[in-house]
Every structure is written in structure tokens, then in C-alpha cells.
Antibody, heavy 125, light 110 residues
Framework: EVQVVDSGGGLVQPGRSLRLSCTGS????????MIWVRQAPGKGLEWVAF??????????HYAASVRGRFIISRDDDKSVAYLQMNSLKTEDTAMYYC????????????????WGQGTLVTVSP | QSVLSQPSSVSGTPGQSVTISCSGS????????IKWYQQFPGTAPKFLIY???DQPSGVRDRFSASRSGTSASLAISGLQSADEADYYC???????????FGGGTKVTVL
């Protein structure tokens, strides 16, 4: 079964850091770009960051709201993608979902399938 | 304010057909594949279907997706209570260099 599992969320104070993990199974992890998408309580979906596959340079892209504070990375040997979140703000409070994005270079073709179950990040004093 | 515009809610009776619209611009829907996601309360979104060109191209069970110009739509036929969920459209935006999502549409079966 193709699956991704998110972990690492929790309660953190503003200005602190947190690292999320996304573990893939049932597919060749290194052949896919991976993405993080978040959803604030009662709100819609917002993409956060994605990382291409190694053969596409493992290039990274970030939403403007997190650029300079968050870092996405991957360890294909462990089939894990990470989201290092620094200088957290209260507005970063959300459920964070990891997803297998796609295998193309062109992100316009990414389907985001499947999604992890989500890991909740709460930023509060 | 979402870049892609969706109605906040649509409703129908069992067996009816409903359509969810998604309006964008030339830099997103007009240029790239549109994806649709289904999300039940308290659960993660799930990829449902996608459409790319101007032909009806996405069909999955009772769900079909299409695009025309800078607008897209998701049609649900034979509406069932199990279809009650939030539905989101999404597309890559060439100008913003990132993905944009609709605000989500809640489908209610009366």
C-alpha cells in the first residue's frame, strides 16, 4: 500500500523551532517530489514547501509566508522528508500534511496523492 | 482570500447531480492541470480527480472534472450521503510560482 505518515507536531512557543517528518512506504520514495501543505483550524489548504527528486536536483520551493524560516529536506535512504520550522509564529498554527507530490519536473503536473494523516502544530505563548 | 474562487456550499437531494465551480486566471487554471480534493471532517484531504485540457477528461466513479478557459468544475452525479464533505480545487500558478487552492466547498446532502 502506498502510504505517507506524518509526525513531529506539538505545542511550541513563538520563536522556537520544530521539525516534522514524513515517512513514505509502498513506493520508490526517491522517484517522487514531496510536498507539505497546511490547514489552519477551520480554514482551507495552503501549500508550504516542496522538494523535487534527487535526479531533478532536489530543488526546493517555499510559499512566501514561510520562506526564510522553513527548510524542507529529504533522506531517500530512509524514505523520509523533513520540514524544519524555525522562528515559529502563532499564525503557523495548523495541521501539517505531507504528500507524495509527483514524479515530473514540472510541478503543474503534481497530483498530491496520497496524503499523510497530518500532524498538528500549535504555536502559543 | 483564496486565489481560486469556489462557492462556500452546495446542496442537493440523494440521486441529484451537483456541480462545484472553481474560477481562476490564465496563470493557473488557464495554463495548468486542475486537481480536486475531497476532505471529510477530521481527516486528511484525498486526491479525487484532475482535468487538464478543454475536453471532459477526468472521470472517476460518479465524479467528473472539466475545464473551460480559466474556470473548472467538479460534477457529482447520483449524489449520496457519503459524498458529504469539503471539496477543494488546486492548480499551479505560473505567476506566483506556487500552488493556489480554492477556499473549499461544503457539499450537503439534504
Amino acid at each position: 500500500e502506498v502510504q505517507v505518515v506524518d509526525s513531529g507536531g506539538g505545542l511550541v512557543q513563538p520563536g522556537r523551532s520544530l521539525r516534522l517528518s514524513c515517512t513514505g512506504s509502498g513506493f520508490s520514495f526517491g522517484d517522487y517530489a514531496m510536498i507539505w501543505v497546511r490547514q489552519a483550524p477551520g480554514k482551507g489548504l495552503e501549500w508550504v514547501a516542496f522538494i523535487r527528486r534527487q535526479t531533478h536536483g532536489a530543488t526546493t520551493h517555499y510559499a512566501a509566508s514561510v520562506r526564510g524560516r522553513f527548510i524542507i529536506s529529504r533522506d531517500d535512504d530512509k524514505s523520509v522528508a523533513y520540514l524544519q520550522m524555525n522562528s515559529l509564529k502563532t499564525e503557523d498554527t495548523a495541521m501539517y500534511y505531507c504528500s507524495r507530490a509527483g514524479s515530473n519536473y514540472d510541478p503543474g503536473w503534481y497530483l498530491f496523492d496520497p496524503w499523510g494523516q497530518g500532524t498538528l502544530v500549535t504555536v502559543s505563548p | 482570500q483564496s486565489v481560486l474562487s469556489q462557492p462556500s456550499s452546495v446542496s442537493g437531494t440523494p440521486g441529484q447531480s451537483v456541480t462545484i465551480s472553481c474560477s481562476g486566471s490564465s496563470s493557473n487554471i488557464g495554463s495548468n492541470a486542475i486537481k480536486w480534493y475531497q476532505q471529510f471532517p477530521g481527516t486528511a484531504p484525498k486526491f479525487l480527480i484532475y482535468s487538464h485540457n478543454d475536453q471532459p477528461s477526468g472521470v472517476r466513479d460518479r465524479f467528473s472534472a472539466s475545464r473551460s478557459g480559466t474556470s473548472a468544475s467538479l460534477a457529482i452525479s447520483g449524489l449520496q450521503s457519503a459524498d458529504e464533505a469539503d471539496y477543494y480545487c488546486a492548480a499551479w500558478d505560473d505567476s506566483l510560482n506556487g500552488w493556489v487552492f480554492g477556499g473549499g466547498t461544503k457539499v450537503t446532502v439534504l
